[in-house]
């Protein structure tokens, strides 16, 4: 059963550290999304790649966020300097298809706390 | 810009009732609607989606959903909710012109009374 997979599932970090959050989409799919959710914001798109390549990052802080996709089995997403309104949970999800009808597959989550 | 509106934060339902989780949408050309389940500590999980054809669509765990497109709506539909049903339902929409963007609806969280 394939699954999108992220680690850590939890991370809590002062308030000035980087933060590394980590995805392996689904072996195949060609699309991948970075969403954070809080209570607040509700589900947020942050960032997302087509092929490798980043399509949209302008749902996140340019200054201190940044998502990468070294290779096709991970894609990264860092935050530094951390800041305790990032306390969020942080989702990666993954889809496949050359048109748009695709479902997207969700991973657990990182739950990021910033004190 | 495409967007969707959830406008119930909660819906509650006795077991065994029909349920209904309502979603209304905008877009510029031809949505693709989605609907996925959140249950507590995990993330998104795909219900159903509407592309192109019938306006009823059927999915996962027995939901349906209604694509209308004179009230641009697009409600989630089960003929006998399960306490089990509990969760978080979000809406999304996707449009087809050209983007793979996906703009989520806030979420109704339905609460299923045994």
């Known amino acids: 059963d394939a699954r999108v997979t992220q680690t850590p599932r939890d991370k809590v970090t002062e308030m000035g550290q980087e933060v590394t959050m980590r995805c392996q989409p689904i072996?195949?799919?060609?699309?991948v999304f970075w969403y954070r959710q809080t209570m607040m914001q509700g589900l947020e798109l942050l960032a997302y790649?087509?092929?490798?390549?980043?399509?949209?990052d302008s749902g996140m802080p340019k200054d201190r966020f940044s998502a990468e996709m070294p290779d096709a089995t991970l894609a990264t997403l860092k935050i530094q300097p951390s800041e305790p309104r990032d306390s969020a949970v942080y989702f990666c999800?993954?889809?496949?298809?050359?048109?748009?009808?695709?479902?997207?597959?969700f991973g657990p989550g990182t739950r990021l706390t910033v004190t | 810009a495409q967007s969707v509106a959830q406008p119930e934060d909660q819906v509650n339902v006795a077991e065994g009732n029909p349920l209904t989780v309502k979603c209304t949408y905008s877009?510029?050309?031809?949505?693709?609607l989605f609907w996925y389940v959140q249950y507590p500590n995990r993330g998104l999980q795909f219900l159903l989606k509407?592309?192109?054809?019938?306006?009823l669509v059927k999915g996962s765990y027995g939901f349906e959903a209604e694509f209308n497109k004179s009230q641009t709506s697009f409600h989630l539909k089960k003929p006998s909710a399960l306490v089990s049903d509990s969760a978080l339902y979000f809406c999304?929409?996707?449009?087809?012109?050209?983007?793979?963007?996906?703009?989520f609806g806030a979420g109704t969280r339905l609460f299923v009374k045994a």
């Open positions: 999800a993954s889809g496949s298809g050359t048109g748009l009808g695709y479902e997207q597959y």
């Open positions: 072996l195949g799919h060609n699309t």
């Open positions: 790649f087509r092929n490798r390549a980043p399509l949209d």
């Open positions: 877009v510029s050309g031809n949505p693709y």
């Open positions: 509407y592309i192109t054809g019938d306006n």
């Open positions: 999304a929409v996707r449009e087809n012109t050209g983007g793979f963007k996906t703009i």
